[in-house]
């Protein structure tokens, strides 16, 4: 989440695709300067703060336009009112569609006042003016420039992807009258249970080492760069942080108490106040403007947020104009100008074209009362059979739901087994974890969601279970879950579960496999996955330790998906302990992680029961 091309995790090459950056004097920085005037201000807000506020307007004064804006922690840059931006709007079109463009370095940041606070806590009720939150921010923001600003309609839009989306949501709850149009993209919205910082209580370690070392210096006065905390280089980033050892070793190394937020992450090991508090999904309640809530089916970062922000506002404002699109994109990729593939996947079209129209129609009709926008509640692409399709609800109420068990000699059926005793066992040793990809990598590889699997069914420490031969098409929409029965040797584990589409034969153009490899059968296209820290099995705010050797059931939701398995193919389940460096490693003993020691660090045996009594499974919806 950074405004230079330093992030490794690909949300800033989207970020500067879709927002203001480095000053840039190509043609079409020109061409905005030649039917844009830009000028800065710096707008009050309620308590005396003042924003700094970028604000480009047409130099045609002959008809009155829209404000479009977006409020975003990665800075307005370029600065200075003869500098312009590669981009105005969220993509090119709407520069020559014309509106009057506001971007705005949010409360704390960059050349703005005032104190930044990680996902700013809404505040529902404000009794004073000092009772601020980036609701009443853009509240605020909107009143200024519809009194200050000539030639506007009287009707504004935001939009923004990731932290910026988070800042469109934010604007939603007691939103200003004129806002009327919004489209919270990627938007982050659970740092705990599903986005950035941790997916289901269990932290990301290497994104966050990364990303908080060069967003979170401490910054004394408002300027234009954020320096990083710290220089590192390495070209092998599982043996980093290997070599790294406990995760309290990043502070006294690297972060040494200079980065406030990463000492709030782990100041904040259960989901207690401090993530609830950040939680902006609990507020999204009365939402009067139309909604546009974007994301991608491989969006390492916030597709959790995207999916439960559009299901929070259909269901605490259910008589809201929301919409869902759900892309085969990774984070921001939709604002890209081509996209037609990703990892092993081809999608045979340019399917950012395709929502870059949707967009504009979306903006346009809400904005300019321009065209029409009859798009159903989710238009969502399909991935194995690559298709566009629209839907009344999501997830889809056609369908029903089926259920996958694991069996004996590593098999996927639809029959329960009957037998009265059976389990599969492996040893996870946090000296050698899984690897969350095949490779050195010397940063977060983004193709890791959609990448061939074969390469951890070889390893000893990971479960694989596969259907036979699927004879028609499957194609599956929503949430899976996944319903483990296990023991352990010790009191914690993680639980990675993944859900794969075995290709008959090694699709073109893909490197041959191994001999190895070979003997698995095809390709391993992986659909979904996710994690899940043991200790939060029953509750994110009371973890509880496991009891040795006991059958545990361990329930695991992984984030929807919209994918048909194509006759001739088969499902598989991959269940793991570790999928490292993504996720740190977890001691696999009932301590607090983030001041764990060595010692702490345990092999742990690990069993998946697959019996009558014990009938550990994977539900799908399969769609009419």
């Known amino acids: 989440m950074s405004c230079t091309m330093h992030r490794i995790l690909g949300l800033t090459l989207l970020l500067i695709q879709t927002t203001c950056f480095a000053q840039n ?45 977006m409020r975003t922690p990665y800075s307005c840059a370029p600065y200075g009112e003869d500098n312009y931006p590669r981009r105005l709007g969220p993509s090119k079109q709407f520069a020559q569609e014309k509106y009057i463009f506001i971007v705005q370095d949010v409360r704390g940041r960059y050349m703005s006042g005032g104190q930044f606070q990680e996902m700013t806590p809404a505040k529902d009720v404000k009794k004073t003016n000092k009772d601020v939150d980036e609701s009443s921010d853009a509240y605020d923001t909107i009143d200024w420039l519809l009194k200050n600003i000539k030639h506007n309609n009287g009707k504004v839009g935001i939009y923004g992807i ?50 908080m070392n060069f967003f979170d210096h401490p910054r004394p006065e408002p300027w234009k760069k954020y320096p990083s905390l710290f220089d590192v280089h390495y070209d092998d980033a599982f043996a980093f942080f290997q070599q790294l050892g406990p995760i309290s070793n990043a502070n006294k190394l690297y972060f040494k108490d200079s980065s406030k937020i990463w000492n709030e992450y782990l100041a904040h090991p259960v989901y207690d106040a401090y993530w609830k508090a950040r939680n902006i999904r609990t507020h999204l309640n009365n939402i009067t403007p139309a909604v546009l809530v974007v994301g991608g089916w491989f969006d390492a970062e916030d597709m959790f947020g995207s999916l439960k922000t559009y299901e929070a506002i259909n269901t605490q404002s259910p008589h809201n104009n929301t919409r869902l699109v759900m892309g085969p994109w990774t984070h921001g990729a939709w604002s890209r100008g081509d996209w037609t593939h990703y990892a092993d996947y081809a999608f045979g079209s340019n399917t950012s074209a395709y929502y870059q129209d949707l967009e504009l129609k979306f903006f346009n009709y809400y904005l300019k009362n321009k065209g029409k926008f009859d798009q159903d509640k989710a238009t969502v692409f399909i991935t194995g059979s690559n298709t566009w399709k629209q839907f009344s609800a999501w997830p889809p109420n056609e369908g029903e739901n089926e259920t996958w068990y694991l069996g004996v000699g590593k098999s996927l059926s639809r029959d329960k087994a009957m037998i009265p005793f059976s389990f599969d066992e492996y040893v996870s040793d946090p000296a050698n974890p899984v690897p969350y990809i ?16 074969r390469f951890a069914a070889l390893r000893n420490d990971v479960l694989t279970y596969t259907s036979d031969v699927l004879g028609s098409d499957e194609t599956i929409t929503g949430e899976i879950i996944a319903d483990l029965y296990a023991s352990i040797s010790g009191t914690d584990a993680d639980f990675i579960v993944k859900v794969i589409d075995v290709l008959p034969s090694q699709p073109a ?17 992986l659909v979904r996955a996710e994690v899940l820290r043991g200790k939060f099995h029953k509750s994110w705010e009371k973890p509880e330790a496991f009891d040795p050797g006991k059958i545990t059931k361990v329930s695991l939701t992984l984030n929807a998906i ?58 799908l919806r399969k769609l009419d």
């Open 25 to 69: 004097n190509n043609s079409y920085s020109d061409t905005l300067k030649a039917n844009y005037t830009k000028i800065e201000r710096l707008i009050p807000m309620r308590d005396g703060v003042t924003l700094f506020t970028a604000i480009y307007i047409p130099k045609d004064s002959s008809q009155d336009y829209p404000i479009l804006m």
């Open 162 to 211: 990731s932290y910026p989306g988070f800042y469109a949501s934010a604007a939603l709850p007691n939103a200003h009258p004129a806002l009327v149009a919004a489209s919270p993209q990627a938007p982050v919205t659970d740092e705990f249970v599903g986005d950035d910082a941790n997916h289901r209580g269990a932290f990301y370690l290497l994104d966050n080492f990364d990303f």
């Open 438 to 453: 095949k490779g050195v990598k010397s940063s977060r590889d983004n193709n890791y969601m959609g990448t061939d699997q």
């Open 509 to 525: 153009g893909a490197a041959a496999p191994t001999a190895e490899e070979a003997a698995l059968g095809g390709y391993e296209q």
């Open 562 to 619: 919209a994918h048909t398995f194509k006759a001739g193919h088969r499902i598989m389940v991959q269940i793991q302990s570790s999928w490292f460096p993504l996720v740190d490693m977890n001691p696999q003993t009932f301590v607090n992680i983030p001041t764990a020691k060595p010692s702490d660090f345990q092999k742990e045996t690990i069993k998946i029961y697959h019996d009558e009594k014990h009938p550990s499974s994977i539900t």
